[in-house]
């Protein structure tokens, strides 16, 4: 088996460029041969590593978990852990963790190769086989996965440390007065469309990174062991622009944090010159909606108006871009239609908040624009995208609430709730109460600050410039729908869209060719917009393997009508809560039962 990993291996040990240090070792690989076999294992590791930890499949648990064992030979570079220490890694546990991971899965891996190679796969026209690779392990983890919401939770907040070329300058973001928090409860009532629920949350210092490029050091450069001022005032020497992102992380909304996306803020920081503040939001299923959007808020206020004490000065938001990856896109656009409510319901003479003591005049400004990446606009997972384009995707697919695959004229079944009963009961979910969704109430799952996609067109009336970036992915109906509404608005659009590429694309496969162009569009557009440069606006589609890219119709880019899509979205919401309250009966007399 060992051999085999070898040989895999060399299906790309030369290619990711992965060298080893050798200059301490005791003994040497044999053969040029095997020492290509184990840079290609080292290669699978880094891979898969990136890619698992950014989706965050528990059952990769074991393989990039701290227990890879010391050995004094054949040592490879030194990372970090949480605690900042260095863990060493060897050929010896890189091998044996790989191991213990892919030997289920070794099958799997070589027919996918071979049938890429023959030509026999779907997608052999339109993925490379690294990507092959990647995104059809990537796809079996994931829906294999059975591991407890804390154990992914935990998992996917392990900082792996900061080295290369990035500032990291970790800063907490004081809690101001409580008029903040029921502004937000005010706007949330006002956009009420029915019976909606929610918690109401307190509000709780938010934790923030500053992430800026730095220059002139290796790839394994540690972490200067400096003060966070320092680290803050080095971030600003080096920026070059006066562009300002604040970044919301991906993660389905429970899972990650600003360190899991280090390399993606780093390097929009470097393509921008700008700096950006990457914000830990708190996370579901223990702080459901609108805790994570009351925490945005903070944060854009406190760019707005530093509380006492920050590093920074106050931010103009013609400087600030929303941005953000998948549950961060909703957040950005989240944020975003909450300010738009206050532009729209500004009252004369004008309301006023207090944000540390001072006196903020309303309705807040409105950032220059919102730059998100493969963003989650449906909450309810009701398009038929989810269904029709899982093939591209990694993502498990909503389980289907009838036997029938969802049509065009029919909506994708709702993904089914957690089922309180499972047997993966932990200490995070199910909630207590209960409720039908992880994020938020099922009765609030069609409202605009929780899905986005329920906003009506004229909601998004004076909406600053928008840019998306998608790929042929399960979420792809949705980002389209949303872009052909607001660009019907008046609202500036940049939607680029790429053939056969999955969820998030970008950061999975970073390095490609297909990465680079997204990250290209994503950083020269938001460079533009707050540089005052002549943005491009329109709709392109890059076709897979560099075969070109077109221009494509805006208004065409779906079929689906905007009371098509909300029949879709509160079929949803109600099957996930009949469901809900299906569970929630028999878990009743099955406890019946048991007391009798």
């Not at 060992?2 to 291996?9: A, D, T, V, Y």
């Not at 200059?23 to 891979?47: H, L, M, N, P, W």
């Not at 006066?242 to 970044?247: G, M, V």
């Not at 269904?387 to 089914?416: E, G, I, M, R, V």
Request: neutral net charge; hydrophobic residues 40%; contains cysteine.
């Amino acid at each position: 088996m060992l051999e085999n990993m070898s040989c895999l291996g060399c299906l790309w040990g030369k290619q990711d460029g992965l060298l080893l240090r050798m200059d301490d070792c005791t003994s040497t690989i044999s053969t040029k041969d095997r020492q290509i076999g184990v840079q290609g294992a080292v290669a699978i590791y880094e891979i898969l590593e990136a890619s698992l930890s950014y989706a965050c499949a528990e059952a990769l648990g074991s393989f990039v978990s701290s227990h890879v064992r010391h050995c004094r030979n054949r040592r490879l570079p030194s990372r970090k852990n949480v605690n900042g220490k260095h863990t060493l890694y060897t050929i010896t546990a890189i091998m044996e963790e790989a191991i213990r991971l892919l030997v289920p899965r070794v099958p799997l891996m070589f027919k996918t190769a071979l049938f890429h190679s023959l030509w026999l796969s779907p997608t052999s026209s339109k993925w490379d086989l690294k990507a092959e690779l990647i995104i059809t392990m990537l796809r079996s983890i994931m829906t294999s996965n059975t591991s407890s919401i804390s154990k992914q939770q935990a998992f996917s907040l392990r900082d792996p440390g900061v080295k290369g070329p990035m500032w990291i300058s970790r800063v907490e973001l004081p809690v101001p007065e409580d008029d903040l928090r029921l502004l937000l409860f005010r706007v949330i009532d006002e956009m009420k469309d029915g019976d909606e629920t929610y918690t109401k949350p307190d509000l709780r210092p938010v934790h923030a990174e500053w992430t800026g490029y730095r220059g002139g050091v290796p790839n394994n450069a540690p972490e200067p062991s400096i003060p966070e001022a320092e680290k803050y005032a080095n971030l600003e020497q080096e920026t070059t622009s006066k562009l300002t992102i604040l970044y919301f992380h991906g993660g389905a909304h429970y899972l990650m944090s600003p360190a899991s996306h280090r390399r993606t803020t780093s390097k929009l920081a470097k393509m921008t010159g700008g700096r950006v503040l990457s914000v830990a939001y708190r996370l579901a299923p223990q702080n459901p909606f609108p805790a994570a959007l009351l925490d945005c808020l903070v944060a854009y206020l406190s760019l707005l108006h530093p509380p006492p004490g920050s590093l920074h000065t106050a931010v103009p938001a013609s400087n600030i871009i929303f941005a953000g990856d998948s549950a961060g896109g909703n957040l950005a656009f989240s944020l975003t239609l909450l300010l738009l409510h206050l532009h729209q319901h500004a009252s004369t003479p004008a309301a006023t908040t207090l944000f540390h003591g001072a006196t903020i005049p309303l309705p807040f400004p409105l950032p220059a624009g919102i730059a998100a990446n493969s963003p989650w606009l449906d909450v309810t997972r009701s398009l038929p995208s989810l269904t029709t384009n899982a093939k591209f995707d990694y993502l498990p697919p909503p389980s289907l609430a009838t036997s029938s695959l969802s049509t065009s004229s029919q909506p994708a079944a709702a993904a089914a709730p957690v089922d309180p009963v499972t047997p993966h009961v932990c200490a995070l979910w199910p909630a207590a109460p209960p409720r039908a969704d992880i994020y938020a109430d099922g009765p609030a799952l069609c409202h605009p600050l929780v899905s986005p996609l329920a906003a009506p067109a004229a909601r998004w009336t004076a909406c600053p410039p928008v840019f998306m970036c998608v790929g042929e992915e399960q979420l792809a109906d949705e980002i389209r729908v949303l872009a052909r509404r607001l660009d019907a608005q008046g609202v500036r659009v940049r939607w680029e869209g790429f053939e056969a590429m999955p969820h998030c694309f970008a950061m999975l496969l970073e390095g490609s060719a297909v990465s680079e162009r997204c990250f290209d569009g994503w950083a020269r557009w938001m460079s533009g917009v707050v540089g005052g440069q002549e943005v491009s606006e329109g709709a392109t589609w890059v076709r897979a393997k560099g075969a070109g890219e077109e221009v494509v119709d805006m208004q065409g880019l779906t079929g689906l009508r905007d009371e098509e899509v909300r029949a879709f979205m509160e079929g949803a919401r109600d099957r996930r809560e009949s469901v809900f309250e299906e569970v929630k009966r028999g878990r009743a007399e099955a406890k019946t039962v048991g007391d009798s």
